[in-house]
């Protein structure tokens, strides 16, 4: 079988120390450089490979310095500290000399407990109603993924008479690709900026740092396989030229998987 968009897009060359060689993909080109949340899995890929990683991811923030060129970077990963089942990481990613995003994990090995989602999920019609897809692909990376908003669709008229900033939608890769924890990484930044919902105006914006905690462990993703992911993202306050948005993400059979938090600047 040909090699998945996604995995090629997130391959790294181990070069020794924690040092990974990688490039951009144009599969996932934005309007300025790569698609974040590609370059967030690739910053995750590398604490994944590093053979001294212990568990499975539960957290992971990104911050993005500055927008990536296209062509190759390189990503560090270093655990900063190991405990007896968790472990925190620093990762860097370097391009021409410079630094374009920093971040930190959080691993842990996972032990059976008692577990509850207090959050449901959304009530949504299936990913049939709104058809296939129903996100216009004004960059190159929204080909990559199957997107069905069920509400709060992009405005079609940009006359500033947004009242809400709330979208619930279906996703999954394009082609469909079994999740594990780069791709639900990724997934976890596909929701348009809110700021456009709002206003109903477009205006430029772009994350400037991306949280998102994993509250299933790899079996439970696993069992999710290639189906449907439900996600859900509102923003809470538009200020001084940056707002939030916090988002979900659940399994088709509504069992929460990841939730995330950004804040996202915007230009006037």
């Not at 299936?126 to 993924?145: D, F, H, I, L, S």
């Not at 396989?225 to 306050?237: C, H, M, P, T, Y």
């Amino acid at each position: 079988m040909a090699e998945h968009a996604f995995d090629a897009a997130i391959t790294l060359e181990p070069l020794g120390e924690g040092r990974f060689a990688g490039a951009t993909s144009a599969a996932y080109a934005n309007m300025v450089g790569p698609f974040g949340g590609v370059t967030a899995a690739a910053a995750l890929n590398a604490v994944l490979q590093h053979p001294a990683l212990l568990g499975e991811p539960v957290a992971l923030t990104v911050n993005y310095a500055a927008a990536l060129a296209d062509g190759p970077f390189e990503v560090t990963a270093r655990a900063a500290r190991t405990n007896r089942s968790t472990q925190h990481w620093v990762v860097e990613i370097v391009q021409a000399g410079e630094t374009v995003l920093t971040a930190t994990a959080m691993t842990a090995t996972r032990r059976e407990t008692w577990s509850v989602d207090e959050l449901p999920a959304p009530e949504m019609p299936t990913p049939e109603a709104p058809g296939k897809p129903n996100m216009t692909a004004p960059v190159e990376w929204v080909r990559r993924y199957d997107i069905r908003i069920t509400e709060g669709a992009i405005p079609t008229a940009w006359d500033g008479s947004g009242e809400t900033s709330r979208t619930t939608l279906w996703m999954r890769d394009e082609p469909a690709r079994a999740l594990d924890f780069c791709s639900l990484a990724a997934m976890a930044d596909v929701f348009y900026p809110r700021v456009w919902l709002r206003r109903a105006t477009r205006v430029p914006a772009g994350t400037v740092s991306m949280t998102v905690y994993f509250h299933a462990g790899g079996a439970q993703l696993a069992a999710v396989g290639a189906g449907w992911l439900k996600g859900q993202a509102q923003a809470q306050a538009f200020r001084n030229g940056f707002f939030d948005q916090a988002a979900q993400v659940w399994s088709e059979a509504g069992q929460l998987l990841a939730t995330t938090h950004q804040v996202v600047y915007f230009k006037e």
